[in-house]
Structures are given as C-alpha cells and as structure tokens.
C-alpha cells in the first residue's frame, strides 16, 4: 500500500485541544490510537508485536483564536502518524477541534458565525475578529468569502451537519445564527459566556 494514497488516511481526533496540544506535544505512546481506524486491528496485541507503528509528523496548519477572546492566529500543528502493519493505512492523529480540508478552526468558524448571524456585524469587521490575515484596500470591506462558503456549506449539510436545515429562502446571517446557537449548546453548561464564546468552545468539543 502506498503511503500516499491519500484515500487510505484516516483523521482520528483526541481529546486534547489545540492549545494543550501545542504547549506539550505528545509522544507518539501517547496518543497511538487503540485500534487501527481502517481495519480495527488492536495497536498493542497481547505478546504481539506493535500494529500501529509511529510513522513520523505531519505539519498542519489552524488559522484563527485557538482559545475564547484570543487573537486570531496561524498556528502550526504537528500531527501524529501512525502505519497499520496489517492494512497499510495510516492513522494521522490530532487535537480537537481541527476541520479536515479548511484552513480555519471548528471554533473559529462558529465564532465567525455568531459575529455576523447573531451580534450582526459588518463581514469585514467579522473577519477582523477572526483571520489571522491583516487585509487592506479596497476590497477589504467588501464582504468576506470564507463567510459565504462556510454558510453554504452548512446549507447543504457539508459542515456542521447537527445544525438543523433552515429553508432555502433563509439569508446567510440566517443560517449563520442558527448555526452558531446550535454549536453554542453543546458548550460545557459551566460556561456563562457569551453566545458568540459558547460557540467557540461548543464547536470545539
Ligand atoms: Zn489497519
């Protein structure tokens, strides 16, 4: 099997979130995942031999705050690999709160969405708030495209999918807001803060 048959990679997410993850990487014994996630083969077998080997890091990069009221930054993560001996896939192991194929963070995404669905701002002062991108000209104030897609992915289901289906006569701030009270609620109930950091730390979990 070869290693770059990008079909044959599977994301496993731990509990860790990013911050933690960066202040204290962990060492591959610490986050090798219990069973292989194509084959289910046990990583560790009883007398066995290792089924999950380290197979080395992977830089990925998260844009946006990595915690409630932080500044928006581009943080470079290193992912953990693993080989499957029996399969050949690979496991590539990472914090909480990543979204496989965006740039942006599952926290920062939900705050982007409280900001312009719910405190209703001005895309470019939303955008402010969020990218790590410090944009200037005439185009900075003309809307922000990440802000569309991230709304249209949710339409269709492609991201967030726990959000209820709004009707396709509903406004992007309007499936922004639905979006970003839904993710609020599953913020830890211990958390008495504003909507637009309970979506943050709901989308996170
Ligand atoms: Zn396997």
Not at 65 to 70: L, M
Request: net charge positive.
């Amino acid at each position: 099997m070869l290693a770059g048959d990008r079909s044959n990679i599977r994301f496993v997410q731990v509990a860790l979130d990013v911050k933690g993850w960066i202040a204290r990487p962990p060492k591959v014994d610490e986050v090798r995942p219990g069973r292989c996630p194509a084959c289910a083969a046990p990583s560790r077998p009883a007398g066995g031999a290792l089924g999950l080997h380290g197979h080395g890091l992977r830089e990925r990069h998260q844009w946006g705050p990595v915690e409630v009221g932080g500044v928006p930054v581009l943080v470079g993560i290193l992912l953990r690999r693993y080989l499957c001996r029996s399969c050949g896939a690979v496991a590539v192991v990472g914090p909480r709160g990543l979204v496989r194929r965006r740039l942006y963070s599952a926290g920062a995404i939900a705050l982007a969405f409280a900001l312009y669905g719910v405190a209703e701002l001005a895309p470019a002062e939303v955008r402010r708030r969020v990218s790590p991108l410090r944009i200037v000209g005439p185009t900075a104030a003309a809307g922000w495209a990440s802000l569309r897609r991230w709304s249209r992915a949710v339409r269709t289901r492609r991201l967030f999918p726990s959000v209820r289906a709004l009707p396709a006569v509903a406004t992007a701030r309007q499936v922004a807001a639905r979006a970003a009270t839904t993710l609020a609620a599953y913020a830890p109930s211990s958390a008495k803060v504003p909507l637009e950091s309970a979506a943050f730390l709901g989308a996170s979990m």
